[in-house]
């Protein structure tokens, strides 16, 4: 765990806060990205608060990278508007790389460099030198704790301390917003949950961050989700919110957990019933989404007519992963 005094050390000047503070790190007003013919990000908007975290989800190419390499000033937006810390992304881009990180999916090192050289080079490349510099990278290593890895070239580590190290290179100069795209792909349950307690530590020191992530747990931490999909923002809002979405939540209808053996072969069965609207598997379950008329003892009926005998049946709530399914069906017109 890291400390709170270290990541309040890696974060930007506190002065910053103060005019910060309540106020949008991140503005989306129509967003739109065209590549020739093809509508890469359409229309896109929401907002996020100060010292947020932000959980940006989707399929693989639905346009998530490229919202954020139109947030940190890389592209040019065909149409629509953005501002990061307060700064037009269009018309001062080399500005907001000053306030920004950004992690990409693959990792930004020199592979052929000690992870410390790595860290000293960019700090040179945002101006550092001499005794401020040393300062920075002193800090940077206590909060990543890369100090048993900082004599080994970077592309002899794994996953997990790579990441760190990307991290701690593209906190160098203290900025306020930090894009990280996918940043736990790849790597192992113990360093994605340590990864993850860096950014809260990072938001708590006043950073607001912005995240790409597959994982639905992850998304859970996060103050805010949005979900795109094929280049439109689906829905955006705080994860308990979400769940409590009308269309999420059908009038007559509940949800079940239905634990079993062979679940596959129970999903099949309970499908058939009258009144069960979606079934999906997780791990051992089922989730059930049934109108209030199906009574549990036909579900049971239908589990031992193909050889299940026992099962546990639990009255849930929905998901994120439901949120996400749900309003994708319903607002993208699409067929489940």
Excluded at 189 to 215: I, K, N
Excluded at 225 to 252: F, Q, T, W
């Amino acid at each position: 765990m890291i400390s709170s005094s270290a990541c309040a050390a890696i974060a930007s000047d506190p002065m910053s806060d103060i005019s910060l503070a309540g106020k949008p790190m991140i503005e989306c007003e129509g967003l739109t990205k065209q590549f020739g013919s093809l509508t890469a990000v359409d229309g896109v908007s929401f907002s996020v608060p100060f010292r947020s975290i932000f959980g940006f989800l989707g399929p693989n190419g639905s346009g998530k990278s490229t919202v954020i390499r139109m947030l940190c000033g890389i592209l040019e937006p065909s149409a629509g508007r953005a501002r990061v810390a307060g700064i037009d992304v269009v018309a001062d881009p080399a500005r907001i790389k000053g306030r920004i990180g950004y992690m990409s999916q693959k990792f930004s090192l020199y592979d052929e460099l000690m992870a410390r050289e790595n860290l000293v080079f960019y700090s040179k490349l945002y101006g550092l030198s001499g005794a401020a510099l040393r300062q920075r990278c002193d800090e940077l290593i206590a909060m990543t704790h890369l100090e048993p890895y900082l004599a080994r070239r970077a592309a002899l580590l794994s996953g997990g301390w790579r990441q760190r190290l990307a991290m701690a290179c593209a906190l160098v100069h203290r900025p306020e917003v930090l894009f990280l795209d996918e940043p736990t792909a790849g790597i192992d349950p113990v360093a994605r949950r340590e990864l993850w307690d860096m950014l809260f530590e990072l938001s708590s020191a006043g950073m607001t961050l912005f995240v790409t992530t597959h994982y639905m747990d992850e998304a859970e931490r996060c103050s805010l989700v949005g979900y795109i999909h094929m280049s439109k923002l689906i829905v955006c809002g705080a994860p308990d919110d979400l769940k409590r979405l009308d269309e999420v939540n059908p009038s007559g209808t509940r949800r079940l957990d239905v634990t079993c053996d062979h679940v596959t072969v129970g999903m099949q069965a309970v499908r058939r019933l009258p009144g069960v609207r979606t079934t999906t598997i997780f791990g051992q379950s089922m989730h059930m989404l049934v109108e209030d008329s199906l009574r549990e003892d036909l579900i049971h009926d239908a589990l031992r007519q193909v050889g299940i005998t026992s099962a546990d049946i639990r009255p849930m709530g929905p998901s994120l992963e439901d949120v996400f399914v749900t309003l994708t069906t319903d607002r993208a017109g699409l067929q489940p």
